[in-house]
């Protein structure tokens, strides 16, 4: 079979170590025949872990903290340059929370850091897409995809804060998925990932236990950070064209299940 992301071109945000889910994404996707940018806020790019992926993937490393619109444009500007032309995807995968950080109850949250919280994991989505809208950056039937979690919709205590962040997410790629189709015949999507042992999920507290759940409840188990990347590359690819405004589970079943007896104890 040809690779399916052959002659496309795309930048991907939240690449930080091998654990990291856009690491994945983005080994998968020049697997794939794609080309790629990669970026990162400055911070993360210091840490240097992510030099040797650009290696691997002869892409260039473009440091932009996505709470920047100048940023943003910066690194679009750039990719394009690059490129000679405009991409056809994009991956968001950025989380952050200033409050589980800082161990914070959820009943007991710092306002000034929730703000933070979703400026870094939610509004930067909103603020990506404004940057592609107004440079006019992305491609007729591109392809825009964010990553969320479940607790947008449901109750996890321990996720706190960015539950919210989450549902804000889920609510961008909706809206401006609209302006999108619309005007550009662009896509906007959020996959919503089983727990992933990275960095950002084990930020969670009780986060074994967590993993653990939801691989027992889920029918397939926790879907692995492999198999999220390969979501992606069928969103980004051109058999999933006619996909958008939609928060899709990559879950292994979790979010339909109820009760499981594996979970039971007593069976
Ligand atoms: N790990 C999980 O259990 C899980 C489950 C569902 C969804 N997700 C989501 O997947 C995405 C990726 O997370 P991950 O689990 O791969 O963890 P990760 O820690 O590897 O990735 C998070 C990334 O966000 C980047 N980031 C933080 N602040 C930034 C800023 N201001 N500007 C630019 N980048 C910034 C970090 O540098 C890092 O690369 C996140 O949106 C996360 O919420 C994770």
């Not at 200033?98 to 870094?120: C, E, I, S």
């Not at 509004?123 to 950056?137: G, P, Y």
């Not at 993993?211 to 690819?237: E, H």
Request: glycine share 8%; proline share 3%; with cysteine.
């Amino acid at each position: 079979m040809a690779n399916i992301l052959s002659g496309k071109k795309g930048i991907i945000f939240g690449a930080l170590d091998n654990q990291s889910i856009a690491w994945k994404v983005a080994e998968r996707c020049v697997e794939e025949g794609a080309q790629i940018v990669l970026t990162n806020a400055p911070v993360a790019l210091r840490m240097g872990e992510v030099n040797a992926l650009a290696e691997k993937c002869k892409a260039p490393l473009i440091a932009a903290d996505a709470t920047s619109l100048e940023d943003l444009e910066n690194l679009f500007q750039k990719s394009m340059e690059h490129f000679g032309g405009k991409v056809d995807f994009v991956l968001h995968s950025i989380g952050m929370s200033v409050n589980v950080r800082k161990g914070k109850a959820y009943t007991d949250l710092n306002y000034d850091w929730m703000q933070k919280t979703f400026d870094v994991s939610a509004i930067s989505f909103h603020k990506m897409m404004h940057a592609i809208w107004k440079l006019d950056a992305i491609n007729e039937w591109g392809s825009i995809l964010a990553l969320s979690y479940i607790a947008a919709q449901r109750v996890f205590p321990d996720y706190s804060e960015m539950a919210e962040s989450k549902a804000l997410l889920e609510s961008f790629a909706r809206s401006f998925g609209y302006h999108f189709g619309t005007a550009k015949k662009v896509r906007v999507n959020t996959i919503s990932q089983s727990p992933t042992m990275t960095t950002a999920g084990q930020g969670v507290k009780g986060f074994t236990d967590f993993f653990g759940y939801a691989d027992k409840m889920s029918p397939l188990g926790n879907a692995p950070a492999l198999d999220c990347a390969n979501y992606c590359v069928a969103l980004f690819s051109d058999l999933t064209r006619y996909v958008t405004m939609q928060n899709l589970y990559h879950d292994g079943g979790f979010s339909t299940m109820g009760m499981n007896p594996a979970l039971v104890e007593s069976k």
